[in-house]
T-cell receptor
Framework: GAVVSQHPSWVICKSGTSVKIECRSL??????MFWYRQFPKQSLMLMAT?????????EQGVEKDKFLINHASLTLSTLTVTSAHPEDSSFYIC?????????????FGPGTRLTVL | QKEVEQNSGPLSVPEGAIASLNCTYS??????FFWYRQYSGKSPELIMS????GDKEDGRFTAQLNKASQYVSLLIRDSQPSDSATYLC??????????FGTGTRLTIIP
């Protein structure tokens, strides 16, 4: 149980284009999903917290107009990188949390590797 | 001061020995503690979660928590080459986001 999928697993795009990444919880309903970014040899950096049906909460320094997050259902959240540039190239990972409370763990998707040319 | 600190390593351990990974945290109100394993190029995978002081065992893995000392550790018994990875310690308050350490790179030497 507790499987999270991401699509696509990798994407290459031209500078200036937009890219959408999907995150799905396959066998549970996720009240909260998180989006992380990880650069090579660095730890995970939380970009935003997404709750179903409400606006995402962005971490300091993350441009909400550039990284659009939609959490339309309890099993799907999307991250759109708008007008991508080479510095946006990174490993984007989502995670999902089944419910409320301290006992709930975050389960991670397999990640999406974005390369912007 | 970093919120969650880990020795970056690399930590090298002979196959079959015990690997000991340590983590300290600064937020005294933290309630949930996790160890994730991350292979190169992959996303983190949950290894252990612990919420109460003491030890929690799961197979070859034992997590140890000491809230008074703000310290959490992970022991891996009978280390295998497949245990070679980066281990991330993560801490959170109730219903809040995870704060990750920078990870410890573990290498098991055959």
């Amino acid at each position: 149980g507790a499987v999270v999928s991401q699509h696509p697993s990798w994407v290459i795009c031209k500078s200036g284009t937009s890219v959408k990444i999907e995150c799905r919880s396959l066998d549970f309903q996720a009240t909260t999903m998180f989006w992380y970014r990880q650069f090579p040899k660095q730890s995970l950096m939380l970009m935003a917290t997404s709750n179903e049906g409400s606006k995402a909460t962005y971490e300091q320094g993350v441009e909400k107009d550039k990284f659009l997050i939609n959490h339309a259902s309890l099993t799907l959240s999307t991250l759109t990188v708008t007008s991508a540039h080479p510095e946006d190239s990174s490993f984007y990972i989502c995670s999902a949390k089944p419910g409320q409370g301290a006992a709930d763990t975050q389960y991670f998707g397999p990640g999406t590797r974005l390369t912007v040319l | 001061q970093k919120e969650v600190e880990q020795n970056s390593g690399p930590l090298s351990v002979p196959e079959g020995a015990i690997a000991s990974l340590n983590c300290t945290y600064s937020d005294r109100v933290s309630q949930s503690f996790f160890w994730y394993r991350q292979y190169s190029g992959k996303s983190p995978e949950l290894i252990m979660s612990i919420y109460s002081n003491g030890d929690k065992e799961d197979g070859r893995f034992t997590a140890q928590l000491n809230k008074a000392s703000q310290y959490v550790s992970l022991l891996i018994r009978d280390s295998q080459p497949s245990d070679s990875a980066t281990y991330l310690c993560a801490v959170s308050r109730v219903n809040e986001k995870l704060t990750f350490g920078t990870g410890t790179r573990l290498t098991i030497i055959p």
